[in-house]
């Protein structure tokens, strides 16, 4: 099998995680909002507050952090995909895949019980899918200076 095929295969299983778990009326948070704020308090009493400010966001709105996360990981399986199908512009190409994925998700969600479409949480979505984007572009750029 060629390895296009396996990267389009994880992208396209990660999209249907993303939709089985926004077809869920309540879907599980894996993370607890007291473990961020005491990380949060940790890392104010060390004097090092920008460390801290993450950790605060995520306490505050583990709603927000948890699209962000879930969308950060489909941004790393929908690059190589893209990377190895289309080809040109994969970040790009990724975000926009992604962004559009999301906006469908939360149209989907209008049709789920105790669920409800979010610009916020598309927002969320967008920011998590950038960040894995600049992650990989930062990554490649200090592996070709190496190897250059």
């Known amino acids: 099998m060629q390895k296009k095929y396996i990267y389009v295969t994880v992208a396209v299983a990660y999209a249907g995680l993303i939709f089985y778990l926004s077809s869920l009326p309540s879907p599980p948070n894996p993370f607890t909002p007291t473990l ?4 949060h308090r940790m890392l104010m009493d060390l004097g090092i507050e920008f460390l801290a400010y993450p950790f605060y966001f995520a306490y505050r ?4 952090f948890t699209h962000m996360l879930l969308y950060m990981g489909f941004g790393f399986t929908l690059n ?10 994969p970040e790009i190409v990724s975000l926009a895949l992604g962004t559009i994925y999301g906006a469908s998700d939360e149209f989907h969600q209008s049709f789920v019980p105790y669920r409800s479409p979010s610009v916020a949480d598309l927002m969320a979505d967008f920011v998590g899918l950038l960040l894995s984007q600049i992650l990989i572009v930062a990554i490649m750029r200090v592996r070709s200076r190496q190897t250059g």
Do not use: E, S
């Open 36 to 39: 961020f704020m005491k990380l």
């Open 61 to 64: 709105y583990p709603d927000k």
């Open 80 to 89: 190589p995909a893209v990377r190895n199908t289309v080809g040109k512009n």
